[in-house]
């Protein structure tokens, strides 16, 4: 009697192969690339990976990568948290990741090359850490309504000097023209986005070589603080991969520049705070946005999508707003919402609905902080707008006039309340996972526990 063969160590996906083949055509078109780096983007959206010599790059696609598990549950520093004994705990264990077709590219003003990777069981089944994955998952409930999510991530960024005040504070960037320190908001302004044209330009090539769709690009309401924008597509998934190459070459540019750019929530106390906008509309079988009736206000469907927005908001407080320093964003007249309402062409609300063509009509989902997972946040919105369509949820009356001071006690200002909430989600892990959220919510809590234990100099100069 013959034994039957082990299992092996590892599932070679199927789209090994066609990574491969875009992997290979892009050697042919750049010879000179020498390096590549294999990386994966962890519960804070941080790109963590391995730089390989191009002559053992085949060895991605036919075998993967060897890498541990806890790559993904590191805090903002990259230090292991160990949530439920996954770290230190249980070994750290490697997976095997997998190139991911579509995400491979040049790195700008480098000899080397850039992919995406999955971390993958034996069974080919993703690492339950994965945000990437846990995206992939709510976007399966909407193939399964025959609907097709559009999605245009925004996100807003200071440019810093690369110095510190005498606090260790950021301090604006000084101006390329004249030699001036920044002190002015400029929002919109074109001079601003002329003084930083040499930055701007970085940026375009940049997205270029790294194959992100950059749209408009703007000056934003405080000293330094920019927004870029990403062209809208029905691959929703890819363009969370954009948002989070986006940091990646907004900070490179900035670089190139002489300067730093952070996405930091709120890095001034008294200067708006930064966020990830997302704008999501919805296309049926035939093309046509069930979001558009002909009216500003938008379709039945529209204001079911915004009350599942609503209704989810406060257990997703923590994705959207994932660190300490996320919560000093919300702020009366900060431009970030302080509550879960929705209105027509209104800053000030939460869910904005912008004018436009009714072919384009969409809600802008403005509550996320610049620091957000781009996964996890456009999960969150899409877990919310798809409870809203299959339950058929009411949204609340629109609103008028400035509501950004009228804080709704249900959402969370504090990361510690939005954990609570996010332990106690009663919608949102049917849609994400269970154990997913669950390990986002064990490294979040150890990382805000670890940030308490340390003494702030405002605490010297209170107390001491």
Known sequence: MNKQAP??????????????????????ARPDIKFVDAVLADIGGTLRGKRLPVSESAKLFESGMQ????????????EMMNPFGRGYGDGDPDGTAWPIPGTISAVWNEARAQMLMSLRDETGTPDPAEPRAALERVLERFAELKLTPVAALELEFYLIDPARDARGAPLPPVSPRDGVRETSPSVYSIDALDRYAGFLNALNEA????????????????PGQFEANLKHQT??????????????????????????????????????????????????ETGR???????????????HAVGGMQALMPESMALFAPNVNSYRRFQPDMFAPVNSKWGVNNRS???????????????????SGADANPYFALAAVLAGAHHGLVSKRDASAPSQGNVSREPDP????TLDDALVKLEGAAVLPSYLGAQTLALYRETKRIEAQRLRRAIT????????
């Open 7 to 28: 299992p092996p160590h590892f599932l070679r996906p199927a789209f090994a192969a066609e990574a491969k083949a875009e992997f290979d055509a892009l050697l042919r």
């Open 67 to 78: 890498i541990p598990h806890s790559v993904y549950l590191m805090d903002s520093r990259g």
């Open 207 to 222: 997205a270029q070589a790294h194959n992100v769709p950059l749209s408009a690009t703007s000056k934003e309401y405080a």
């Open 235 to 284: 691959d929703a998934r890819g363009g969370a991969d954009h948002a989070v190459f986006l940091k990646q070459i907004v900070k490179a540019a900035a670089r190139a520049q002489g300067f730093e750019a952070t996405f930091m929530a709120k890095p001034y106390p008294d200067h708006v705070g930064s966020g990830l906008h997302i704008h999501l509309s919805m296309l049926d």
């Open 289 to 303: 946005n069930i979001f558009d009736d002909g009216s500003e206000a938008g379709s039945e469907r529209l204001r």
């Open 349 to 367: 609300a939460g869910l904005r609905i912008p004018v436009g063509p009714g072919e384009a009509r969409r809600i802008e989902h403005r509550v």
């Open 410 to 413: 249900a959402l969370s200002f």
């Open 457 to 464: 100099l405002a605490e010297y100069e209170y107390y001491l």
